[in-house]
């Protein structure tokens, strides 16, 4: 944990020069896959452990609300957090192994085409890993977003964005921050897709 041995200007001097080493097409990319998905109307699919869990939740929740600017007719993005399914978390986890709780969850819902988002500081969490290679055997387009050495789910995954930095609140911190360049950017290019309809019927003017 570097701010046990940084003053706060330091670590936030840090924090800026991290975000400046951020893959800027990477990034990019993220938004593109996320695009598609919504053009073809396939499911996006979030998973993570954690801190990274509690980013999948905000993501999820980001990505269907935010990304909308007509709340009434805007075709909207199926996107679901497998982390907020308490029950068949426990269940999977008390019965089968936690290793298996995204996996079991993928069978259940999961088709050829969407998109499973997999966040990992470490990149080695079973779980993760486990959901990522069912997934890319299953034809689904896989995202990392990782830190640290990138570990195993860096290695596997189709599409990843990757803070190369061994401090945990850091990784986490910069995921957010590009979540919410991705939830601006795909704000962007939805509401580009959007017809809105007149009362009468008629398409309106934008």
């Known amino acids: 944990m570097l701010g046990q041995t940084l003053s706060a200007g330091d670590y936030l001097a840090r924090v800026r020069d991290e975000i400046a080493r951020l893959d800027l097409h990477a990034v990019e990319n ?5 695009e598609r998905a919504y053009d ?6 979030i998973i993570g452990n954690g801190g990274s869990g509690a980013n999948a ?11 909308l600017c007509d709340f009434e007719s805007q075709k909207r993005l199926k996107v679901l957090s497998l982390t907020d399914n ?3 978390i426990m269940a999977w986890a008390n019965d089968e192994g936690y290793e298996r709780i995204f996996l079991e969850q993928l069978k259940n819902l999961a088709s050829p085409g969407d998109v499973l988002i997999a966040i990992s500081g470490s ?7 486990k959901a990522v290679e069912w997934g890319n055997a299953q034809g689904m387009e896989t995202v990392g977003f990782t830190g ?3 570990g195993r789910l860096q290695a596997i995954n189709k599409h990843n964005l990757h803070v190369a930095i ?10 957010q ?5 991705l939830i601006d950017d795909l704000h962007r290019r939805f509401t580009a897709k959007h017809q809105p309809v007149a009362r009468n019927g008629a398409q309106a003017q934008l």
């Open 166 to 175: 061994d401090d945990m609140g850091i990784v986490e911190s910069l995921h």
């Open 40 to 45: 073809a109307n396939r499911f996006v699919f």
């Open 86 to 88: 308490t029950a068949g």
């Open 148 to 150: 640290f050495s990138g």
């Open 123 to 129: 990149g080695n969490s079973p779980n993760i890993v």
């Open 57 to 67: 939740s905000h993501l999820c929740e980001d990505l269907a609300k935010c990304t």
């Open 30 to 34: 993220v938004s593109e896959v996320i």
């Open 177 to 181: 921050v590009v979540f919410h360049w």
